[in-house]
């Protein structure tokens, strides 16, 4: 086995909802094999490691159905999602926490919901102290998309795409990983336009127009899909930061990736 020394090097990868749960079943179901691979593409990695989970199957249809979509839903319906989204995501990051150990990757849950505050939406509080004496301590977190508490409308969804872009500011993240299934980003929705072309590289001078081709997810999802992934990722952008939309359902890109090999994606740069 080749291993990738990086140490203190802190590579953030997503795993998209779609990848690792069937994202329109219900009940939601954890897409097992998917997830297994992953643990082994990821064990010979060695730097510092937060695995970032979309909400997927097990996030989107209880947000949904409790009424996360709508800006008017009342406090009530809300709060009666806390616990089936909340049991949901648990379920799925305890089986991920799992599968990383049974590789013997020092894997553990962090979930956002116990620390952080939101308004409107948006980040208000996301105290990152644990994440980094977790990783100084060589353990490799977990941490999720989550419903939390907000202060202006009771309750919010918070994705895994906006956690990767605020522990990649907060802590100095050198790689962005961004997995999910598509090829990286295309100049329209594969899966209504199978003739859609590849975009390699999105970077300030095409960003605008791409941005205009680029649109939601086609599952139930409620947090904005490619669209929003762009967006955010382009707010992060810097020289010495690798950002990568990429597809985490085909076997061994992830560890191509990790191992600084080429595979097609698609680059987010300044
Ligand atoms: P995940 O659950 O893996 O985070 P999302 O469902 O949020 O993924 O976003 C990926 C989806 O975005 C793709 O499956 C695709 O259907 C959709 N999409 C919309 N527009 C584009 C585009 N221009 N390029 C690539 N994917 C796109």
């Known amino acids: 086995m080749i291993y990738v020394i990086q140490l203190k090097f802190l590579t953030i990868v997503k795993l998209g909802g779609s990848v690792i749960t069937y994202k329109s079943s219900s009940p ?5 094999t998917n997830l297994d691979r992953i643990a082994h593409e990821l064990q010979a990695y060695r730097g510092d490691l937060i695995i970032v989970l979309g909400g997927g199957a097990h996030g989107h249809q209880a947000a949904h159905h409790h009424g996360f979509a709508d800006s008017k839903s009342p406090k009530e319906l809300l709060l009666k999602g806390i ?3 909340r049991h949901n995501m648990s379920t799925l990051a305890s089986y991920v926490e799992s599968s990383l150990n049974k590789v013997g990757i020092p894997a553990i849950v962090l979930p956002p919901f116990c620390s952080v505050i939101l308004r409107q939406g948006l980040i208000h509080e996301f105290p990152t102290n644990i994440f980094r004496k977790s990783l100084d301590n060589e353990l490799v977190v977990v941490t999720h998309g989550d419903v939390c508490f907000d202060e202006t409308r009771t309750a919010s969804i918070l994705s ?38 590849h975009i390699p590289i999105i970077n300030q001078e095409n960003k605008k127009v791409i941005l205009s081709k680029v649109g939601p997810s086609t599952s139930t999802d409620v947090t904005g899909g490619m669209a929003k992934k762009v967006s955010e990722l382009l707010k992060i952008t810097r020289p010495d930061r690798q ?9 061994d890109r992830l560890k191509s990736l990790l191992q600084n090999e080429s595979t097609i994606c698609t680059r987010i740069q300044s």
């Open 160 to 197: 895994g795409d906006t956690i990767a872009v605020h522990l990649a500011k907060q802590l100095n993240a050198k790689s962005i990983l961004i997995g999910t299934d598509v090829d990286g980003v295309l100049d329209g929705n594969p899966k209504d336009n199978p003739s859609a072309k």
């Open 243 to 251: 950002i990568i939309i990429f597809n985490l359902a085909v076997p």
């Open 28 to 32: 939601p179901k954890i897409n097992e």
């Open 83 to 85: 616990p089936s989204i």
